[in-house]
């Protein structure tokens, strides 16, 4: 950028162009919608990359940075693509300006209108400056986000370059790649119109410049390891430190990737030299000796456009989008692969679990024999006595409620919804599936309104056997609903169903034993009552009627009515009784077996690793292929 003297020629003083407001457009050159939607041509040569980028952004909008893919497809839409680099200064922008005028200056030539109008900008807006090649002096002020200087600068025009000056610095907090990531995306804040807070827009650039001034910013803003691998600093983010030589350790490790400049040497080597061309030899080493040789450059550094050949600024943005995609797809393979490994529990947990099973289960047992015991011993149970019938008949349905809810395993129901917190802490079930083990003790519903007593079986089971002792309840009253556990455990697709619940099975046997018993009492009552007046009636005719009956004749038909009557209700009731006893024990032997069961099934089966969603895995198998498309064709272009 800076030749040596001896092969520049001088060149007249011309003054340089005043600074002129934007032009107006004027309505009749408005762009048409059919100019706007038009279609872009784009060269032959990029076709292909366009395309496969195309793809890229289409299937891996989230493991691409869309703003630098965009700036990468605009990039291929002409052979000779601008190159967009930021300037990133501390919080005075006036150092970052003295830079890229230092840069961009033409030390052949007087300085500038350019140059002087530069260094007079004001930073009191808080707007980004874009430094553009233009014919004449002009400041475009009318976009909220960035300020455009449009200045005659040969660099800018040679080299097709922007350049973006910003004063915000990169955040402390951002690290490593993130640090990086933030470097070539800047973000342009513009403030919100209605609640005066700031929104944050990425600009992104093919490379970026982060100045340093002084020491106190090299831990924020120094360049780490890209994802590919390579040193950031030496391509597409360059770091400097302005600080004079005596200030600077050369050997420090830290301040290794970072370049020292002195800003003031270099303006003051371009004012020597514009003074006179004699000054040439002091320019040269006032230049050198000021470290922006190198800067100057890198500036320059892969913007040379040639016919059909892909800019390495562009080739580069392309490569590094590719890596952080890459990156990112593998990193969520790697915390897949982490999750599941992290949620197996191990066999000494498992077999914890299973010695907690096998405890709740023997209580559980100890607890159902014991209860039903003591409550069929009761004087609450005494009072259903046959005989107590006649007064007792409104209260079969209070007392065998009780029963079951004070004394079918109440603590064995408790205990199971503990070991559940315990096995859902170990990882061995899903969260929703413990917190649905309550969910039907709190319901107010009955899920077994619509469970019937198949009435077609009923005059059958109420007439006298031969063997009464035979008679069962199932037998008397067979229920068209069947036990929620009569069919082998099996896991169904629900959860909630996966492991019989013991409060569902007691209204279950609520809902479907008890209204049948205390209808036979009132059934057996009825017919005990009736046959007693038949025989009676039957008795009191027949004196009546006949004389040769004697009271003693007629009293022993009513006396065998009341007999049978009675022995009737006394062998179906306590057999009911029996029945209804029995049903309770089984059903609650099937329950607990049941649950053990399932518990066991879930301990067995159960935190072998959180299943893989198959959408996340479709996604980064169509990202891998959209990538493994750009990488392709960047090896066929190389060739």
Known sequence: MHPSPALRSTRPREPGPRLTAPARRPASTITTVTAVNAKIAIPPAFQELHDALSVLQREAPVYTNLSQLQLALRGLESENGVTRIAVLGGPDGNTARRLVKVLLADPLALESEWEQQLSGLDDGDGRALLLRHGEKLELDQRYPLVRTLYLPSTVLYNHNLEVLLQTASTPAEEQGEGRVQALLVPGLET??????RYSTITYPVHKTLVLVQGLDGVKVLLPSKSSAGSTVGENMV??????????????????????????????EAIATFRKSLDNSFNYEHA??????????????????????ILKPTIRRLVETLAADAETAIDKDDAQDAVRQASSVVPTSTRELMNRFISNWAEAAHTELRNQLDIAFASKNWRKLAWWKLAWRVDDVTYITSDILRQSWLVDADRG???????????????????????????????????ASIDKS??????????NPEEIMFSDMFPLSTPSPITHPLSLP????HLIPSIAHHR?????????????????LLLHALSTTVFTSSLSVLMYVSISTTSIYEAGGIAALGVVYSMRRLQKRWEGARESWMEMVREEGRKVLRAVEEGWRIVIRDGGMGEREDENARQEREKARQALRGVKEVLERMER
Request: proline residues 9%.
């Open 191 to 196: 403030p919100s119109s209605s609640t005066g």
């Open 238 to 267: 360059l770091a400097v430190i302005n600080t004079a030589w005596g200030n600077l350790n050369s050997g420090n490790e830290a301040l290794r990737p970072l370049i020292p400049i002195n800003l003031k040497r270099a303006e």
């Open 287 to 308: 230049w050198f000796e000021s470290g922006l040789p190198r800067v100057s450059t890198w500036l320059i550094e892969g913007t040379e456009g040639l016919p059909a």
């Open 416 to 450: 199971i919804i503990y070991l559940a917190g315990r096995i859902e802490q170990a990882g061995l079930l899903p969260s929703s599936l413990a917190r649905s083990l309550g969910d039907f003790r709190t319901s107010d519903t009955n899920p077994y309104e619509n």
């Open 457 to 466: 079986s009923e005059p059958s089971s109420l007439t006298l056997t031969p």
């Open 493 to 496: 697709q629900s959860a909630t």
């Open 507 to 523: 209204q279950f046997l609520l809902w479907t034993t008890i209204p049948p018993l205390q209808s036979l009492c009132q059934r």
